[in-house]
Every structure is written in structure tokens, then in C-alpha cells.
């Protein structure tokens, strides 16, 4: 398999969409831990990936979101390396030798400002989530959802441990100041501070569907040089009938993947309510 850097130097490149909502086809309880299912039920979790393996994806992502030991509530190292790993393997089944895997990292959950949690815990939970998802096989570390520039910043340093290339994600979404984080970060500031802190790609995903999607990304290449990733939703969530619904179908969204790539993401994938019907879409408009 040839370097993941390389490979994005120049081509387009599909990633694949999102996870835990297609964890509710195979029914996922409410208010259960998706990672846990690695272990439990890693037949599920492989046969999410092939799915999109099959659509076309060209790297997938971990089922680790929520794999951080703080996020998991779980004080046994071992246990969460061992969940990590599971996720990698799990992914790396599916992806094979052809497809890269991507191992998720998402927030703690915890507010640093708020004394949830210290600098070097946070530090040290993140490199022990990394430190399984290498040694499951992971190709790629990608720190997604962040709103926490500092947390994001932490999770990088972590990153850099491990010799993997990294991508570095923020959530933005539009208000009377533009497009910023839940946190109050500009997307200038966070490109920046990716930047100068080593990040090898710089992303944006969920939070907005495609259309505002399309726009961050132009604001995020007008401020840096570096590989972009975008991923956005299938629209917002909505609730209808007692179900989460998200509107943008994949004929919509995939009608609009030349113009995200025209506003400067080389990369492109989904997140929230995004099926691999969209990535098969997104496919076709990318390599047609």
C-alpha cells in the first residue's frame, strides 16, 4: 500500500461516511457504547466497513469515536487499548491490503477550563486510544468533532507520537461572527494552529450539511496550503415519527461534490446520516 501522503499529493481522494447512524440499521441500543460493540459484535462493525468498502471508499474509519478512556468512563488501560485495537482489526478486515484505515479520535467530552480534567490526562488518555488503534493496524490517526482548539491541539501532540499521518478536524458552524467552533474558533485560527502544530491535513465535518460545508471549505483554503478534508452531514437531524431523519439524500449531496472539490477539498467523505449509497454517489461525481 503505498504512503497515505503520497497518495493524496495528487488525486482526489473518498473517505467513507458516517458511522454510528448506520450502527442503527443493525440496532444499536439507545444510550449504548458503540466501541463496546468492537468486542461484542465485531461481525457488525466489519460488515458496516465493507459496506463501504464496496461503495467505493478509499479509506475507512475506526468505530472509536468515544474510544478515549475518559470518554469510555474507563479507569483499565489495557481494556481500552484492547477495544482500540479491536477497532483498527475490525476496519482492517474489511479495508484489506487496498483500502487505508482511518483510526477515529474524537472529543473526551471533559472541559479543560472547567478542571473536568488535567492537560497531561487528557494527553496521556489520548495516546493510550492511539497506541491501540496503531497496534490494530491503523494507517492514518484522524482527531475529528473537535471544538476545543486546546483539546484538539492535545490530541495532536499525542498523534505525533506514533509516526502516523494525521488528520486534524473541527466542527464550524455559522452565526453572526461567521464560521466558528462551539467553542468560539475561527476557522483562520485553526488552520493556523494545525499548521504550525503539525497536522498533515486539516478538515472540517459534521455540524452542517453540504451547502455551508462548501463554504467553510473555501474560507479553510484561503488560509492554508495543506491538504482539506471535508465531511459534512446529510443535512441537520430531524425528528420525524419518533426517528432521526437526516434530508439530504445522496443524488442531492453528490450533485454538489464538484463544487466542494472547486472550493478546495481534495479530500471528501461524510459524516452524520450519510449512507454508502452517498459515498457510491460521491464516487461517480469524484472519478467520472
Same mark, same amino acid.
Given at each position: ?135 490494530? !493496524? ?131 467523505? !461524510? ?18
Amino acid at each position: 500500500m503505498r504512503d497515505f501522503l503520497t497518495a493524496i499529493q495528487s488525486n482526489l481522494f473518498l473517505f467513507d461516511g458516517g458511522f454510528g447512524t448506520q450502527l442503527q440499521k443493525y440496532n444499536l441500543p439507545s444510550g449504548q457504547v458503540p466501541e463496546m460493540w468492537n468486542l461484542e459484535k465485531p461481525q457488525v462493525i466489519e460488515q458496516v466497513h465493507r459496506e463501504y468498502v464496496e461503495a467505493g471508499a478509499m479509506a475507512v474509519t475506526t468505530n472509536s469515536f468515544g474510544g478515549s478512556p475518559f470518554k469510555l468512563k474507563c479507569s483499565d488501560k489495557d481494556l481500552c487499548v484492547r477495544i482500540n485495537k479491536a477497532a483498527a482489526e475490525n476496519a482492517r478486515r474489511a479495508a484489506g491490503e487496498k483500502v487505508y484505515v482511518a483510526g477515529s479520535v474524537g472529543p473526551t467530552g471533559a472541559i479543560l477550563m472547567m478542571g473536568d480534567i488535567s492537560e497531561q490526562e487528557m494527553y496521556d488518555g489520548f495516546k493510550i486510544q492511539i497506541q491501540g488503534l496503531r497496534d490494530g !493496524g491503523a494507517d492514518i490517526v484522524i482527531i475529528e468533532t473537535m471544538s476545543d482548539l486546546q483539546e484538539a491541539i492535545i490530541a495532536l501532540c499525542a498523534a505525533k507520537e506514533f509516526d502516523l499521518p494525521i488528520i486534524l478536524s473541527m466542527t464550524f458552524e455559522p452565526g453572526n461572527r461567521g464560521f466558528r467552533t462551539m467553542m468560539g474558533i475561527d476557522i483562520q485560527t485553526f488552520v493556523r494552529e494545525a499548521g504550525e502544530n503539525g497536522a498533515d491535513v486539516v478538515a472540517t465535518n459534521c455540524g452542517t450539511g453540504i451547502e455551508k460545508a462548501i463554504e467553510i471549505t473555501r474560507e479553510m483554503r484561503r488560509n492554508t496550503e495543506l491538504p482539506i478534508l471535508c465531511e459534512p452531514n446529510a443535512g441537520l437531524p430531524r425528528v420525524q415519527d419518533g426517528q432521526t431523519v437526516y434530508l439530504e439524500t445522496p443524488s442531492t449531496m453528490a450533485v454538489l461534490i464538484p463544487q466542494l472539490i472547486e472550493a478546495g477539498a481534495g479530500l471528501v467523505g !461524510g459524516c452524520c446520516g450519510t449512507t454508502p449509497e452517498h459515498i457510491r454517489l460521491f464516487k461517480l461525481k469524484l472519478f467520472s
